[in-house]
């Protein structure tokens, strides 16, 4: 079952980051379907969270989706090579996203492998938030892409992760936070070799 727009904007961004774990990510692109099970995310919290890109009301051309209603795609590129894939959740002008970082492919794996330049699966497939975008064919071209359509979505298969195999620590790779880089707003599958190297 697709994940309906109440999943995404309920107000807890961190609980919603945590929930994610355990639920599919698919795309179908040019009628190829590629998609695997979340296994990292990390949270991302407006106003008070000095690693969100809406820290203190910031309203950019980049940042202006963000200030939708929970449920769509905020794409971005990273180093002139990457593509970021992140949900924004909760309501209208909350500007909370969660960010997924790792996924265990499941779906259309050989196109994965195609698209990643790679002969077998392997950790850097999809391990790693730039790493699993290039795999399912996301780009920043999904900018705003409602989650609940056809193009990228995400699915409840029921199969939630149990308390005790889920591992919270800091965000990745935002030192300049302060205080905030300390949060334990990283989610990720305890024993999984699909989440990202970065501990």
């Not at 609980?15 to 998609?35: E, M, S």
């Amino acid at each position: 079952m697709k994940l309906p727009l109440s999943f995404y904007q309920r107000p807890d961004v961190v609980q919603i980051a945590r929930d994610l774990l355990g639920k599919y990510l698919f795309t179908n692109i040019g009628g190829v379907l590629t998609g695997g099970r979340i296994v990292e995310t990390e949270a991302y919290a407006h106003i008070n969270d000095q690693a969100c890109h809406s820290h203190l009301g910031r309203y950019t051309a980049r940042t202006k989706i963000m200030y939708q209603a929970g449920g769509v795609a905020y794409t971005y590129l990273i180093y002139g090579r990457y593509v970021l894939f992140n949900i924004i959740t909760n309501e209208e002008a909350k500007a909370d996203a969660v960010l997924i970082r790792g996924l265990e492919p499941i779906e259309g794996i050989s196109e994965m492998l195609l698209r990643r330049g790679l002969h077998q699966p392997a950790r850097n497939l999809t391990g790693g938030p730039g790493l699993l975008t290039q795999a399912l064919g996301i780009t920043t071209q999904h900018y705003g892409t409602d989650l609940t359509g056809d193009l990228l979505w995400l699915e409840d298969r029921q199969e939630p992760v149990a308390e005790e195999l889920v591992v919270a620590s800091a965000r990745v790779g935002i030192d300049y936070a302060g205080t905030d880089a300390a949060l334990p707003w990283r989610f990720r599958v305890k024993g999984s070799p699909w989440t990202s190297p970065a501990r």
